[in-house]
């Protein structure tokens, strides 16, 4: 379980990026992140990832607060979370191989297990055979699957993905998407951050929309039965 309680953000310039955000999420589960450029997708992302610390209130991650740990312990988590960011952040002088590698490397796993897992994940991706190709050298999907390797590589049991579809065209979009519905599957938790109404629509899930730093609506899809959302209707 994912708890935020009382989360709020304010940068250092004095922009606040989140109000009050109080937020469950039960492991396993797979939830879109949505609202407008600016809402506070990224910024609830980051806070998550520790990649910056929140303002007030308190992040648990199970039964451990992750809001304000040291950079040892911040490394530590981040061998259970996995971040896809939207511009990927490929080292492009690097082959494909040692992009997926390097989380693995700086763990100092012993090189046979790395290039066995990382052939494995590769091999999940459709992409073992451009393990030697730079990023430069791929499309954009395939350059996203690769982020996606590397995010996963790790195993995480959270899976971040920041905008993962947004440079794609639809048929990647849905490709990447139905590769993250697997990974879930497999017991990721997935948090998503999306602008694309397309998808909310094509894949259904709990879906929680940001408007100025708060939480304007948390519903869960529709189903066949019963229409169970927690508030209105976005
Ligand atoms: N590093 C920063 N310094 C100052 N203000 C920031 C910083 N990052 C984000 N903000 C501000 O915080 C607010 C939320 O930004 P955030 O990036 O979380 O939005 P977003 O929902 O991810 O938007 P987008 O859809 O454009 O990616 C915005 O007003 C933004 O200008
Ligand atoms: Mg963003």
Known sequence: ????????????????????????????????????????????????????RPSRGQILMGERNITRLRP?????LR?????????????????????????????????????????????YVGLEYKLQRKPLELSGGEQQRVAIARAMIVRPRVLLADEPTGNLDSDLAIEIMEMFTRINHEGTTVLLATHDRELLDRFPRRTIVLKGGHIVSDTLPQTAEETPSKEEAI
């Open 1 to 52: 379980m994912i708890q935020l309680c009382n989360i709020g953000k304010v940068y250092d310039n004095g922009a606040p990026a989140l109000h009050d955000i109080n937020l469950k999420i039960p492991s396993g589960d797979f939830v879109y992140i949505t609202g407008s450029s600016g809402a506070g997708k990224s910024t609830l992302l980051r806070l998550l990832y520790c990649a910056d």
């Open 72 to 76: 040892r312990s911040v490394a530590l």
């Open 79 to 123: 061998r259970e979370i996995g971040f896809v960011f939207q511009d990927f952040k490929l080292l492009n002088k690097r082959t494909v191989f040692e992009n997926v590698a390097l989380p693995l490397q700086v763990q100092g796993l012993a090189k046979q297990e790395i290039q066995s897992r990382v052939y494995q994940l590769l091999q």
